[in-house]
């Protein structure tokens, strides 16, 4: 695996170079994905996900998990604008190829769900960067610093088990107006104080160098949630006694994610490794209410707790698969950049019987990823590549705008597009069912 970096990393790391993959029988591995492929092409050739036929043969050389959910290799994190969903329409359309690029590379849905004798992938965030800079690298202060984010979940389920009969009281005493919103208030921080070591175990030493936030993470959240709660009661009736539990465990788990995602705002401030850092980034991606990204003016990512779905969510399994040997090997033949999508391009130019893979952020007010803008003039910088300058085949995915189509429904691409469940006709431009376009410069 090579690793690049950029100004935020220091200087580029190398770990290797991509011709260590030769030496390392990586061929002989892709030989036998290769038959893998032929062999779930013919167990699978009925399948009506995917819909490849014999015609497609040369379509699934690269090709891994195409065909089978079972044996799909899942992103490594949640994406906002992840193609997971969409992978159906796009693999089909994909070429045979030498060696991949995928610029704007995201959660990697499509480059996970493929092979190929050397991957050159980027992205522009840094903190996605370091991410995969951990995974790769295997790096062990982030599985150590991941295991204890993971004991610190598991551990507030524990304490919402333990001390239920303390909290339904605390919250009974309010919603029964035995208690005035001052006295809750009160009662919330004299069980927090009484369970404070407890409540200290759950960060270990990575995650305290600000513990009284975390107090006050919990008395807010458990509060608001207390009130909302009361309010839910007078309007629809009492509550189950299990739904105020969950209710009251989501309140937890909300301060605990709140107090990481504090954690993540000041990484800098409170001086942590990268290692850490990754696994704080990891930990907030996976929990932050539909991965959206979203910033306050002081530039803070401000997004909430995913809510009482989240609650029980087993991260160590994905954890398990971060550590996987399938994991590691789809690094040794990947150069990862962290870069402008057109300074990557320039650095490792793409060869023709190469493939490209582009999924940008969209034209709309939601390209806001890591606070990186991608605005009208990145657009055009783009499509001035693609149209001008890029020798390799390419697909390119976008929203269907009328900026994007101005951009290149003259540039003589094919275009075909797709909305949420099905692959639609793109002959009528002003067809508003074709959200999505896949433009590519070759046929397919
Ligand atoms: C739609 S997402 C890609 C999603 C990806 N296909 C997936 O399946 O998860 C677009 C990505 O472009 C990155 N990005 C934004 N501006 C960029 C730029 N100028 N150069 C390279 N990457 C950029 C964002 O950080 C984001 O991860």
């Known amino acids: ?225 207390t009130r909302r709660m009361k309010k839910l009661e007078q309007s629809r009736g009492q509550l189950p006694e299990y739904d105020i539990l969950a209710n009251l465990e989501c309140a937890l788990k909300s301060a605990f994610y709140m107090h990481i995602r504090h954690l993540y705002n000041r990484i800098t401030e409170y001086d942590m490794s990268p290692g850490v850092a990754a696994a704080i980034f990891f930990f907030v991606r996976e929990n932050a209410y539909a991965s959206m990204f979203r910033y306050n003016r002081r530039g803070e990512f401000n997004v909430p707790y995913g809510g009482i779905s989240y609650n029980r969510k087993d991260l160590a399994r994905k954890v398990a698969y971060l550590q996987s040997p399938t994991v590691q090997l789809q690094f040794r033949n990947t150069i990862i950049e962290n870069m402008d999508f057109e300074a990557f391009l320039l650095k490792y130019p793409p060869q023709p019987e190469d493939f490209i893979f582009l999924d940008p952020p969209y034209d709309s007010q939601f390209s806001t990823y890591s606070q990186n803008e991608f605005d009208q003039k990145d657009q055009e910088r783009l499509a001035h590549y693609l149209i001008k300058r890029c020798p390799a085949k390419f697909m390119l995915v976008i929203k269907n705008t009328p900026a994007i189509l101005n951009l290149y429904s003259h540039a003589g691409f094919n275009i075909s597009a797709f909305d949420k469940k099905y692959l639609v006709s793109f002959q009528d431009r002003n067809n508003r069912a074709a959200e999505h376009l896949i433009i590519t410069n070759y046929c397919e």
């Not at 580029?12 to 892709?30: A, K």
């Not at 799909?72 to 994909?94: F, M």
């Not at 610029?103 to 903190?127: E, H, M, T, W, Y």
């Open 1 to 225: 695996m090579l690793l690049g970096g950029n100004a935020g990393h220091g200087e580029s790391q190398r770990y290797g170079n991509t011709s260590q993959y030769r030496n390392e029988g990586l061929w002989r591995l892709v030989a036998q994905n290769d038959r893998k492929i032929l062999t779930m092409k013919k167990k699978y050739k009925k399948s009506d996900t995917l819909q490849l036929d014999a015609s497609s043969t040369h379509h699934t050389f690269n090709i891994l998990n195409v065909t089978a959910k079972a044996v799909r290799q899942p992103p490594l994190l949640k994406w906002a604008g992840g193609k997971e969903h969409e992978l159906k329409y796009i693999l089909p359309l994909i070429p045979s190829f030498n060696n991949y690029y995928e610029p704007f590379v995201g959660g990697g849905a499509v480059c996970f769900a493929l092979q190929a004798p050397a991957r050159f992938i980027n992205d522009k965030s840094p903190d996605l960067f370091n991410f995969y800079r951990a995974v790769a690298t295997q790096d062990t202060e982030f599985f150590q610093a991941l295991a204890t984010l993971l004991d610190g979940w598991q551990g507030v389920s524990k304490i919402v088990e333990q001390h239920k009969p303390d909290l339904s009281r605390i919250y009974q005493a309010y919603a029964l107006d035995a208690c005035s919103p001052e006295e809750i208030k009160y009662n919330l921080l004299d069980f927090i104080q009484h369970r404070q070591q407890e409540f200290d175990a759950l960060f270990a030493r990575f995650f305290y160098p600000n513990p009284e936030n975390f107090t006050r993470e919990l008395q807010r959240n458990v509060l608001s949630k």
